[in-house]
């Protein structure tokens, strides 16, 4: 009864008060009235890296080394080859790779990173998907993980010697990331007795060798 | 005497007055303090979290390409679940879609969706069907042909706390005009010209109710009704109709009008769906006409607002007719306040609705969503997960799931029909099973039946349960042996190695153990593939002693066994509890060329405004050398060919396909692992409570694996597996070297030298 009466007196006195004063609603200043946003604790993404490794910058930011190269010399940059009559799924499973490589292309590493491990969820033998989530790792600075998947790629493109090369070059240039130089050195060779004009190899190699003597003095 | 009198009234009457200016100052302190606790309950609730948002969890998307065999009839379901609308003409909307031309050609106005990482804009599409064969997939706007389309992932269930409120929330300006006034001219005519009651509206609904004798009309502003929402019960009592008008003032007083109706046009309740609750606008758009807001029709408009007074009444899913009624009548209001041209009346009152079912949102993984939720659980915590909206991208395929729990229930309701020990038992020990998916080169878990009966039990036995694994365990043995070769210096191992297959005693610190074959027969001198092949315990025992059991136990350990592995002889048979799971992600390797991939459940997770909150990679290892992965996985190619497995040919599976059975000592757990080019199935069969099963890997399990393959592959081009680069011809040899008799090279096969 008493919180009633309560109810009544408070109403009353308040319809006094917002009679006579009070600048209307309308005109008010906003007040937030959407939730704050809570994020979790969780792992955060990593931020794509801006490693050119082969624009002339090496990972560590150090310039790279001079060609040895021959002008004109080109490195080989074989397009995704379709044998006729591919299975339809391999023929999309490489066109959403494709499409991977254009966003590699533009420095979108991550992005080229989920259309490619959606290309080998379609297409699990695909072999160019496992060799771009390897060069999409290698941009976004995962090294190991690139490596892992190098060897997963090669299982699958080994019999192909001009992908081969491309993969060993890769390993080559991620354990140079490591700066595990001998192995680094040990790729670069393998895939020049494979491709002997290999200019990422000679490159590579040059630069792996100059490094470890920098250690070494 | 008179003086007296008269002092004392006056002594009575300033008594009286400072007893009435005590209690009216006691009054209005009260009042006051009231007002202010009122207006703390009401900016707390506005300027806090009002709505729990569960969080969702999605499928995998669903890629469709040229070449992949689609029948309309399943693409038609797949839209349905999507949340499409079927229409005659060709689609004009995002979310329509039309299947004609003797179901030869699907056109779908695709949705709009936000991926992880990127928007992605709905646009026309036509696919070409023929024969259930996609022949060809071209964007309506510009002509392109796609190689191929990605359709937006299902979600498979929410994470809900105790209520289950299904709402999406918009900001007002979002909210189309027409939306806004309908529900204005509906619910609360005067809204902008009263200050949270409404005198007048109380008036006309007092004199309403007076005329007809009871309550036919209620005088709530809208502002009234959203505080009734939030805070308030529906009890019809003056106590609460004080405090609402109180709190409604209040409310004016302290946010804009805009402010109020925004938080109106998102709390509003409008229907049910199952056990969720339809709130808010956007929602509600969604469940009745599957469409954003600004697509709807002035019909729909006009059925929305008409829905808020009692949304499960007017439901065109319960009545069309009273849906069309209510429609009608809210029709009616809108042209006769001008909101609406007479054209525009006329053109909505043709509108027809269709008379459709709702899709509802049933958990159609719940085993995959626990196993889901308890991943999560070690970076969010369940408030976040109930009540922050979060999108959860996962691995699942809605499709190979069900094809999953179909195998699974009819496969178990098969082995009770056949066995009739098998049926309950006294102690309540049913017939259990598990069964997981895995792709094996990216790890995903593609399905996971955690039992048979999740309304029974919740326990998941992919992941939860520890079982013997039996023979399902001898590849490991295999893989040491083959790896490291020989501990006792008699040379390494490959596929073609003899090796004894006869009782022998192996004593251990002062104990010894005899192991035993399956039936108590024993074959001689026998090659690895053939003790693989027929699954000989003898032999991979003497294998296991030859190499060491350590180095067994590291194998298992390094293709993905985690749970803790004793080292006694009897491991090399299998005699150690591990989960279907573990044993899955181990073979996984097996199919992947020696890389083992680490089980991947979740994808990305978004927080509600679409941020990427997580994103988790595919993960790879290699964990053994190509040569050696291609030889163990010849092997059990050759126990699917010749050995225990091969009951899989015989039950009509015939794409490439490698496996093993198991089954334990004393035949609690009967197992098989297999795999194809493209997916690892893994199934086990047994009692909760160890009753005997009394039956074989190839007698219980292998047929549920068949029958989930023959489904699960029906659809995909028959690949085989790759060879990796090296691989030759080799001959049967003794240990030492010696190359067996011409009997023993049929055996031969082709392996990485």
Not at chain 2, 260 to 286: D, K, M, P, T
Not at chain 2, 472 to 478: A, D, G, S
Not at chain 2, 608 to 628: H, S, Y
Request: proline share 6%; with cysteine.
């Amino acid at each position: 009864m008493t919180t009633r009466w309560l109810h009544v007196l408070s109403w009353l006195a308040l319809a006094a008060l917002l009679s006579g004063c009070g600048a209307p609603a309308g005109s008010r200043p906003s007040t937030a009235v959407e939730p704050p946003r809570v994020v979790p604790s969780a792992p955060p993404l990593a931020a794509p890296a801006s490693t050119e490794p082969e624009s002339g910058r090496g990972l560590s930011g150090a310039p790279a080394p001079p060609s040895p190269v021959p002008p004109g010399a080109r490195t080989p940059r074989p397009d995704l080859p379709m044998q006729r009559g591919s299975a339809p799924r391999r023929v999309a499973s490489v066109s959403l790779t494709e499409r991977a490589r254009k966003l590699l292309r533009s420095g979108q590493y991550t992005l080229a990173l989920i259309e490619l491990e959606k290309s080998l969820s379609l297409d699990g033998s695909n072999p160019y998907a496992h060799y771009y989530i390897a060069v999409s790792h290698y941009r976004l600075r995962n090294f190991k993980a690139s490596l892992d998947f190098l060897d997963a790629a090669e299982a699958v493109l080994g019999h192909d010697r001009p992908w081969l090369v491309q993969t060993l070059v890769l390993r080559g240039d991620n354990l140079r990331a490591l700066g595990r130089f001998d192995p680094a050195r040990a790729a670069y060779r393998r895939a020049l007795s494979l491709d002997a004009a290999n200019p990422s190899a000679h490159r590579g190699l040059l630069w792996a060798r100059q490094r470890s003597k920098a250690l070494s003095w | 005497m008179k003086r007296g009198f008269k002092r004392f009234l006056i002594r009575l009457f300033k008594i009286t007055a400072a007893l009435v200016v005590l209690v009216g100052l006691a009054g209005a302190g009260l009042g006051a303090w009231y007002v202010s606790h009122l207006s703390e309950v009401v900016k707390a609730k506005f300027e806090g979290r009002k709505w729990e948002f569960p969080s969702k969890i999605y499928a995998d998307s669903k890629i469709i390409y040229p070449g992949m065999h689609l029948p309309a009839g399943e693409m038609r379901e797949k839209l349905r679940r999507l949340g499409y609308r079927s229409s005659k003409s060709q689609p004009r909307t995002k979310g329509e879609y039309r299947i004609y031309g003797k179901s030869s050609v699907i056109e779908v106005y695709l949705h709009d969706f936000r991926y992880p990482l990127r928007d992605f804009r709905g646009y026309p599409v036509r696919i070409a069907l023929r024969s259930g064969t996609i022949q060809r997939i071209q964007r309506l706007d510009n002509s392109d042909v796609l190689p191929a389309l990605e359709l937006e992932p299902e979600v498979v269930t929410g994470f809900y706390d105790r209520v289950r409120e299904q709402r999406r929330v918009m900001r007002l300006e979002e909210v189309p005009a027409r939306v806004r006034k309908a529900v204005l001219a509906v619910e609360d005519e005067r809204f902008y010209y009263h200050r949270g009651v409404d005198p007048v509206a109380v008036m006309r609904a007092f004199l309403a109710n007076v005329r007809r004798g009871g309550v036919v009309q209620g005088g709530s502003t809208l502002t009234q009704q959203l505080i009734k929402n939030f805070f308030l019960d529906s009890e019809r009592t003056l106590e609460r109709k004080v405090k609402e008008a109180l709190m409604a003032l209040i409310t004016e007083w302290m946010y804009t009008k805009d402010q109020i109706l925004e938080n109106y046009l998102n709390e509003i309740y409008l229907g049910q769906n199952g056990a969720q609750g339809i709130f808010g606008i956007w929602e509600a758009a969604r469940f009745y006409f599957v469409k954003e807001p600004e697509q709807l029709t002035v019909g729909e408009t006009a059925l929305l607002a008409g829905l808020i007074r009692a949304p499960n009444r007017y439901s065109p899913y319960r009545s069309v007719k009273d849906a069309t009624r209510r429609r009608n009548v809210i029709l009616a209001k809108l042209v006769s306040d001008g909101i609406i041209t007479r054209r525009a009346y006329e053109r909505a009152l043709q509108e027809v609705f269709e008379k459709r079912k709702p899709v509802r949102l049933t958990n159609s993984a719940p085993y995959f969503t626990d196993y889901v939720k308890n991943e999560l659980a070690e970076h969010y915590s369940e408030d976040t997960l109930t009540a922050e909206g979060l999108r959860i991208f996962t691995s699942l395929d809605i499709e190979l799931q069900r094809a999953a729990e179909k195998a699974l229930s009819e496969g178990l309701a098969r082995l009770e029909k056949d066995y009739r020990h098998l049926r309950k038992t006294a102690e309540q020990d049913d017939l259990e099973g598990a069964l997981v998916v895995i792709k094996p080169q990216t790890g995903e878990i593609r399905a996971m039946v955690g039992g048979r009966d999740y309304g029974k039990s919740q326990f998941n036995r992919v992941a939860q349960a520890k079982r013997q694994p039996g023979s399902v365990f001898k590849p490991f043995v295999f893989l040491a042996a083959l790896t490291h070769g020989s501990a006792q210096g008699s040379g390494s191992y490959d596929s073609t190695t003899y090796i004894e297959d006869t009782p022998f005693t192996w004593a251990y610190g002062n104990e010894e153990w005899a192991p035993q074959n399956y039936n108590r027969s024993y074959h001689g001198w026998v090659t690895l593939r053939e003790a693989m092949e027929k699954s000989l315990n003898a032999a991979t025992a003497r294998i296991a002693q030859d190499v060491g059991i350590k180095k067994v136990r590291e194998m298992a350990y390094r293709m993905g066994i985690q749970s803790r592995l004793p080292l006694l002889p009897s491991l090399s048979l299998g005699a150690v509890e591990v989960t279907p799971l573990e044993l899955a992600g181990a073979y996984s390797a097996l199919a992947n060329n020696g890389v083992r991939t680490h089980l991947l459940s979740i994808k990305n997770v978004l927080d509600r405004d679409g941020g990427a909150l997580e994103k988790r990679n595919i993960r790879v290892k290699r964990v053994i050398p190509p040569r050696v992965a291609f030889d163990m996985h010849n092997m059990l190619r050759g126990v699917v060919e010749r050995g225990t497995a091969q009951r899989v040919r015989e039950l009509g599976f015939t794409r490439p396909a490698a496996g093993k059975t198991g089954t334990t000592n004393d035949s609690r757990d009967a197992w098989f692992a297999g795999y194809t080019p493209d997916l690892l199935a893994l199934v086990w069969v047994g009692f909760d409570r160890q009753s005997e099963l009394g039956l074989s890997g190839s007698s219980a399990a292998l047929p549920i694996w068949t029958d989930f393959m023959k489904h699960a592959t029906s659809r995909l081009p028959v690949t085989d597996f790759v060879t990796p680069p090296g691989a030759a011809a080799r001959r049967a040899r003794r240990p030492g070297g010696v190359v067996a008799g011409p009997a023993r090279d049929a055996l031969a096969q082709t392996i990485p030298r």
